[in-house]
């Protein structure tokens, strides 16, 4: 079983759909749940960062940890045509490095 | 300031030859990562260098594989006799005591 598990089916919404993304993970060491959001032959850059199950907000985005259910959510509110890239999830326990999510590719149609 | 900086950004070699991959920080990072990114498998973790502390190589896929951190600034991937299945998007990502992580664009490498 692989440590972060990540649908990485594509996702077509229309714009102004709301966009759910969810991970499941094995290792109850993951202290810090994040999402990177990664354009096409650029690198992941950071969306949210969260440490604590709960929901957090930013604008159109929300995320949501379960650690009980070792489960996390990314939302997207009225998605935009410029929301289309790939959406990773990745997590870390209290220090060293990042375990990623395949990643999944999100494509909102105008 | 600037981000992280990663060079080349597309390399092509042949099979069998060394490649370096070159990483430039954030200034002042002490953290420095490299990532693997093929295709269909996600980032895939590869070396960790913390200050002077001695660098985590759990992620290296065979011993073809070192990475070096000049002066805790500057990093260099090697990879020694290439092989196809090296083909990959390297990523290099740097981070402060805040811990998050910021990427660079990659260096897309190809062996043909």
């Known amino acids: 079983q692989k440590e972060v598990e990540q649908d990485p089916g594509p996702l077509s919404v229309p714009e102004g759909a709301i966009v759910s993304l969810n991970c499941t993970y094995s290792?109850?060491?993951?202290?810090?749940f994040m999402w990177y959001r990664q354009y096409s032959r650029k690198g992941p850059e950071l969306l949210m960062y969260?440490?604590?199950?709960g929901n957090k907000e930013d604008g159109r985005f929300t995320a949501q940890v379960d650690k009980s259910s070792k489960y996390i959510s990314l939302f997207i509110r009225d998605s935009q045509p410029s929301d289309s890239a790939t959406y990773l999830c990745?997590?870390?326990?209290?220090?060293?490095?990042?375990?990623f999510g395949k990643g999944n590719q999100v494509v909102v149609i105008p | 300031g600037a981000g992280v900086s990663q060079s080349p950004s597309n390399k092509v070699t042949e099979k069998g030859k060394d490649v370096e991959l070159r990483c430039d920080p954030i200034?002042?990072?002490?953290?420095l990562y490299w990532y693997r990114q093929s295709l269909g498998q996600g980032l895939e973790f590869l070396i960790y260098?913390?200050?002077?502390?001695?660098?985590?190589k759990s992620g290296l896929p065979s011993d073809r594989f070192s990475a070096e951190r000049t002066g805790g600034s500057v990093s260099t991937l090697t990879i020694q006799r290439t092989q196809q299945e090296d083909s990959a998007v390297y990523l290099c990502a740097s981070s402060s005591e805040d811990r998050t992580q910021y990427f660079g664009p990659g260096t897309r490498l190809l062996v043909l």
């Open positions: 290792n109850s060491a993951f202290q810090y």
């Open positions: 200034s002042g990072h002490t953290a």
């Open positions: 969260t440490y604590s199950s």
């Open positions: 990745a997590m870390k326990p209290r220090i060293n490095r990042l375990a």
């Open positions: 260098f913390q200050g002077n502390s001695a660098p985590d």
